[in-house]
């Protein structure tokens, strides 16, 4: 045995007492292990916070806890290639500013899939990460009010991940910052506040996914190029309750989508924003929300077409008393419809045309948003329309209305990939 190996075994074993003294043999294993070892610790509870930096695989088998003793994050991943995967980590600590996590990832191409998070302030945090796979975790936050609690998952300058397959509760939010080229698919998010939340992040995909009970869908801002398709959003319920939202966001497509039990199905914001740019809206199901589709103000740009209207409070509204009008509406299915389909052919024999009376109060009053529904209201809203005391405003025509619902699109079977 050579001078040096035996030099190497030397800092392996005083490393390995150091861990041991201070109470962590997990770190000591870590620290002990050679590049591409498989750890699998002895079942039981060991204590964070926990670095790991050379690639390995660190297996729980179901049957180990780390427990973060509320000081930083439970785990460090500071290396590409590791896998983390089957184990239970809690009790991160509690600093928004350091970002105390279950597992803090800070490098390329590794797995974190299979474990339980609970009691951690963040879930997985990626920060300049790329090509990472986070996958059929557990996730929840601290019993914090819910602006306290931090995110699910928080990607920061981060590409090229698949964040697929996890079950998240009681968190805030799951963003996605400055970071382009992820796929978020089969994920399951209840009582958080935003589902997902893009800010400046360009061609993500969102598909076949399940939001319930959440304050906000899926909110877009100043993010292009994303296709959000096959999703399944309800009961964003609240005062600012919103399916999915739209802010100065450009060529997007929202496809199959149900929006079911929300405040506002679709909320239009300066949405799109860059000149010449659409965003197509097709084969979605809104049915059941206050508001349909709700447009900060007049604006252009969205095409509909095949998208299924049904049973909406208000089917479209628009602030400022503007217009929806310079949209495209072409082909769609409108509960409110009062027309004939002599022909047979699919298609309404006349336009659905929605008008906005000068007097609707719920609109111009903003307080009176709160008795939207009631008998009251309702009566005055079918008294404007029976004798209008000026002509109403045209909010959107469909020269092309269907008969009947458009027939849904199958979705996936939520693959445990």
Known sequence: MTLLRCF?????????????????PLQALIDAAKPNDTIVPAP??????ITIDKPLTLDGRGKVTIDGLGKGSVIYLKTDGAVIRNLHLTHSGESHNDIDAGVQVRGNFNVIKDNI?????FGIDLQQSENNIVRRNRISSKPFALGQRGDSVRLWYSFNNKITHNTIDDSRDMVVWYSRDNVLSHNTIRNSRYSLHFMYSQYNEVEYNRYYNNAVGIFLMYSDGVVVRHNHIAHAAGPTGVGIGFKETSDLVIENNEVLYCATGFYIDVSPYQPDTTNRFRGNLLAYNGIGVRFLNDWKGNVFTGNNFSDNLTQIQVGGGGSANRNVWKGNYWSDYEGFDLDDDGIGDRPYQLFAY?????????????????????????LERLAPFSDPL????????LIAPAAAKPQEAAIDG
């Open 8 to 24: 190497g075994l030397l800092l392996a074993l005083l490393s390995w007492s150091a861990a041991h003294a201070r109470g962590n």
């Open 117 to 121: 998070i609970d009691d951690c302030l």
């Open 394 to 401: 045209l909010l959107a025509r469909d020269d092309e209305p």
């Open 358 to 382: 000068a007097d609707s109060i719920w609109s111009d009053v903003p307080y009176a948003q709160f008795f939207k529904g009631s008998p009251m209201l309702e009566t005055l809203d079918f």
């Open 44 to 49: 039981g509870v060991y204590h964070g916070s």
